[in-house]
């Protein structure tokens, strides 16, 4: 069993050495299929594909929750935030990384009242998600409404393509 094993590391290794162009090249063998599919597998869990993780400051105590969706046309994200205004958030576009950060600050201890239970969070948050394809920077809409952020970015229209003859 243990050369098994050896032979199937060894048979990676050798997959990994060869040329990229061997990519392209039709699979025929049961085994190199499967290699391939590890290797496509493997590539799905790279970082590229996931929001990017950001050191978080000392003072960052909470991280509110995102949906990131898309249509046709835009990309769309949606941050839970309840308990702030509108001027609290910051949100950058910077390449293909969108960064949201802020602060909340929760209302103090009324006098003559003992917390039995406190669950709310306060404090910065930053939260930095890597977009799948180009926005159109001048066009990104961000609206706060009943504890939301929505932050609408449109994809940037690509050229048609253009067919260039040969001389």
Same mark, same amino acid.
């Given at each position: 069993?243990?050369? $098994?094993?050896?032979?199937?590391c060894?048979?990676?290794?050798? #997959?990994?050495?060869?040329? @990229?162009?061997?990519? $392209?090249?039709?699979?025929?063998?049961?085994?190199?299929?499967?290699?391939s599919?590890?290797? #496509?597998?493997?590539?799905?869990?790279e @970082?590229?594909?996931?929001?990017?993780?950001?050191?978080?400051?000392?003072?960052s105590?909470?991280? @509110?929750?995102?949906?990131?969706s898309?249509?046709?046309?835009?990309?769309?994200l949606? $941050?839970?935030?309840?308990?702030?205004?509108?001027?609290?958030?910051?949100?950058?576009?910077?390449?293909?990384?969108? +960064?949201?950060s802020?602060?909340?600050?929760?209302?103090?201890?009324?006098?003559g009242?003992?917390?039995?239970? *406190?669950?709310? *969070?306060?404090?910065?948050? $930053?939260? +930095?998600?890597?977009? @799948?394809?180009?926005?159109?920077?001048?066009? #990104?809409?961000?609206?706060?409404?009943?504890?939301?952020l929505?932050?609408?970015?449109?994809?940037?229209? *690509?050229?048609?393509?253009?067919?260039?003859?040969?001389?």
């Amino acid at each position: 069993m243990g050369g $098994l094993l050896f032979s199937k590391c060894a048979r990676r290794a050798h #997959i990994i050495k060869e040329h @990229p162009m061997n990519a $392209l090249k039709p699979i025929t063998n049961p085994a190199t299929l499967t290699e391939s599919m590890d290797r #496509i597998i493997d590539r799905f869990f790279e @970082p590229s594909y996931w929001p990017v993780r950001v050191r978080r400051p000392a003072d960052s105590l909470w991280e @509110p929750s995102l949906d990131f969706s898309e249509t046709e046309k835009e990309f769309v994200l949606r $941050l839970e935030a309840p308990g702030m205004a509108r001027d609290d958030f910051d949100v950058d576009v910077d390449g293909n990384l969108l +960064t949201l950060s802020g602060k909340r600050e929760l209302s103090r201890e009324v006098k003559g009242e003992d917390y039995l239970w *406190q669950e709310r *969070q306060e404090g910065r948050f $930053l939260r +930095t998600i890597r977009l @799948p394809a180009k926005v159109s920077e001048a066009k #990104i809409d961000a609206v706060y409404k009943d504890g939301v952020l929505t932050v609408r970015l449109p994809k940037l229209e *690509q050229a048609p393509k253009t067919k260039v003859a040969v001389k």
